[in-house]
């Protein structure tokens, strides 16, 4: 899944995404993911859904006759003939505090000690955070699971039925896991090619597997706070790369934005996404990373007089990671991977190798995006099993001919991709 995030928000009123679908085609992504459209409730975010079968108003054109639902399907229907497939958020672990929801079926809910309508909560970094505006559901306990989950199946329908292909799923690892199985695998069973990420982060390893066993196709993966040295990341990559492939990204619409972290610096942005894209099956880019922008996306506040003229155009080099992820399969699915000892602690050596086909990968990649790293390898053949030459691949300055010994001094943020077959 190479995804393209348009953040609605942003984007505004559907007939207005044409252009966004369009970009997100010429630059070689397959998927595009959209944060939830549906009415919300008072606070007005995204992620506070009062009611799951109407259409949030701020993404309507009111002015003509055509349905809302008729507005989404037109929306759908142009990012299927583009050739692409869509996804959208499914958010069945709480709802807005104030949906009708509440008051209809009341033994949905969890309570908190004074009986009230439990707020959603999650711990972050430690802390435990309660979001006021959101009712947590309880599968675990209500009195009426069959109705709650026959809920949260008509939801799925509906949304299928707007023409979306599969679904990012809200805080999965909070809903049981045998509520996920049971849904997986309902709607799977009825011949629909639907597929289902979760949505781990913040999860251990060992939670992230939990979840993951459920049926889902992907999960997200946590290379977007890597720094490079620590081992974490790649504990967590070779404890969970069997039970499902994830997706990596170098921001999100939950983080803040890199071009501001990084204050603009283009090779920064150009080394973060190289790395997700090929660090894992899958990669996802929110809308405006391609261009440098610096204001956060917020699930409230943002509108499309956010979009930002920064004089920064990544979209070239993003095309080419994309391709180069397409055509080699190493880059597509979850394989062995290891850090190799490198000459210069700045700089990363990445190997990983195909189990299902013959390809072999070497990354090698300035840590450092700020200033120019040397490297130096006696011979690269001696970090790979294959037996054929090694060719660069890389999104830019490619090499003609790989020297041996191998000596470069690496641009800020440079990545060299070198790949090669054991066949």
Known sequence: MIIYNIFPRLAGALS??????????????????????????????????????????????????????DQVRAMTAQVHAAGLKIMTDLVINHCAVDAA???????????????????AACDQNGERVVWQDLAQFDFEHTRDPEGLYRYCLHVVEHLLGLGFDGFRCDAAYQIPQHVWRRLIQEIKARGQHTTFVAETLGCTADQTKETARAGFDFVFNSSKWWNFNDWWLIEQYNLTRETAPSIGFPESHDTPRLAAELNGNVAGLKQRYLFAALFSAGVMLPMGYEYGFRKSLHVVTTTPADWESTGIDLTSFIQQVNVLKKCFPVFHEESPLNILPSSNPNVLLMWKASTKHHDEALLILNKDPWNQQEFYAENLRQFIQAGKPLEDVSPEFQLEYIHQPFHYALRPGQGIVLVTSRK
């Open 16 to 69: 207005q995404w044409g252009d966004h679908i369009g970009r997100a085609a010429e630059l070689g992504f397959d998927w595009i993911y959209v944060n939830p459209i549906q009415k919300t409730g008072a606070s007005g975010s995204l992620y506070s859904v009062a009611d799951y079968f109407a259409v949030n108003p701020a993404f309507l054109d009111t002015a003509g006759t055509v349905k809302p639902d």
């Open 101 to 119: 929801l509440t008051g209809a079926h009341p033994e949905w809910f969890k309570r908190g000690p004074d009986g009230r309508v439990a707020n």
